[in-house]
Every structure is written in structure tokens, then in C-alpha cells.
């Protein structure tokens, strides 16, 4: 079945401690992206990579890290956790950039203390 | 830069009535529209899509047309079910080479009541 998978799907934490939530498609797909999603915002996206080595940042990057080492895995990093960053967060897969369907995770909420 | 504004919510409706939920964008040049929905405690899944002027996006009863001249792309249905309670969000897909992938509305909660 394709998927996106998310792990943690639930995550409460303190400030400060570093965590990482991981991402994996088994699609092949070269486009990855992440987004955090927080009432009357919509769905707000950090960073996006076209294909394994290549990553920039969205519209929200700071505090947090990318890496895409393999085709298949995208994980988001957080550093330093702040409460600021309390959200729900989503990965997503696509083939391309644009035009193409974006298939999205189940979420994963974090909420720092 | 790319925008999309989305009708506020809440929207609470009687099962049967008609959907209209409003989307209007601004872009450069030819953007790719979509909608994409939410279900409870899941994450986005594309409802529909249009990708030139005029085109009308379908699925599940859901309908869009990509109108070029107000730059709007607001869905429809002509009989909601409980089913369809739901997060609504339409979606503006760049073309150019450069930034982000998609743009999105805040997004409109969709109530259907028995």
C-alpha cells in the first residue's frame, strides 16, 4: 500500500531536549516536504527537498532541521524545542513539485512544555 | 508572493443541503488549483484538482472550476452527507522552479448534521 508514515504520532516533551520525528514514503517519490499546521493558519510548510541531498527552507524554517539522506526518509529535527513549536505537524510526498498531488502523513502532535 | 483565501468557518449544515465553500487566489502566472480534505485525526488527501482556466475538478460529488477571471476556485456539492463533516482547503501549486510546492488556505471545518 503506499503510504507516508510519521513516527512519533503523539509527543509531549519539555524545552530544550532535542527530538526528531521521522518520515518515510515507500512511493518513490523525489519531493518531500514538511508542514506544521495550527488553527486559522492552515498548513504552513518549514522545509521541502527535491531529491536526496537537496533541501531548502518554507515559509517557517527556524528551529528546526532537515536532513534527506536516502530517497525514502525525511526526518524533521528539532534542536531546542520551544513552546512556540507546539503544533501538529505533517510530511508529505509527491513526484514532483507544482502540479503534482501531494500525499500526506497521519500528523504528529507535539506538545512542548 | 502566492496567497489563497479561504471562507471562514465554522459551517454548519443539514444533511442534503448545498455546499458552497469560497477560494480565491493570487498568483503569477498559471498555478495548478486544488482541494484538498481533512478528516478527523487524519491526515490531507486530495478531493480534486484543476490544473488550466476553466477546467472542472469532480470526486465523491465535489466539484471546482478553475475560473481564471475572478481567480476563484470554490467548491461545490449539491447534497452533503454526515460523511463529508470534515476540514476543507484549498491549495494554489506553483509551477515555477523555485520555493515552495503548495500554498494554502487556513481552512474551513464543515459540519454536517443528521
Known amino acids: 500500500e503506499a503510504q507516508v508514515t510519521q513516527n512519533p504520532r503523539y509527543l509531549i516533551t519539555v524545552t530544550g531536549k532535542k527530538l526528531t520525528v521521522t518520515c518515510s514514503q515507500n512511493?518513490?517519490?523525489?519531493?518531500m516536504s514538511w508542514y506544521r499546521q495550527d488553527p486559522g493558519l492552515g498548513l504552513r510548510q518549514i522545509y521541502y527537498s527535491m531529491n536526496v541531498e537537496v533541501t531548502d527552507k518554507g515559509d517557517v524554517p527556524e528551529g528546526y532541521k532537515v536532513s534527506r539522506k536516502e530517497k525514502r526518509n525525511f526526518p524533521l529535527i528539532l534542536e531546542s524545542p520551544s513552546p512556540n513549536q507546539t503544533s501538529l505537524y505533517f510530511c508529505?510526498?509527491?513526484w514532483g513539485q507544482g502540479a503534482y498531488e501531494q500525499y500526506f502523513g497521519p500528523g504528529t502532535r507535539l506538545t512542548v512544555t | 508572493g502566492d496567497s489563497v483565501t479561504q471562507m471562514e468557518g465554522p459551517v454548519t449544515l443539514s444533511e442534503e443541503a448545498f455546499l458552497t465553500i469560497n477560494c480565491t487566489y493570487t498568483a503569477t502566472g498559471y498555478p495548478s488549483l486544488f482541494w484538498y480534505v481533512q478528516y478527523p485525526g487524519e491526515g490531507l488527501q486530495l478531493l480534486l484538482k484543476a490544473t488550466k482556466a476553466d477546467d472542472k475538478g469532480s470526486n465523491k460529488g465535489f466539484e471546482a472550476t478553475y475560473r481564471k477571471e475572478t481567480t476563484s476556485f470554490h467548491l461545490e456539492k449539491g447534497s452533503v452527507q454526515v460523511s463529508d463533516s470534515a476540514v476543507y482547503f484549498c491549495a494554489l501549486g506553483a509551477l515555477s522552479s523555485s520555493a515552495r510546492q503548495l500554498t494554502f488556505g487556513s481552512g474551513t471545518q464543515l459540519t454536517v448534521l443528521p
Open positions: 508529505a510526498s509527491s
Open positions: 512511493m518513490n517519490h523525489e519531493y
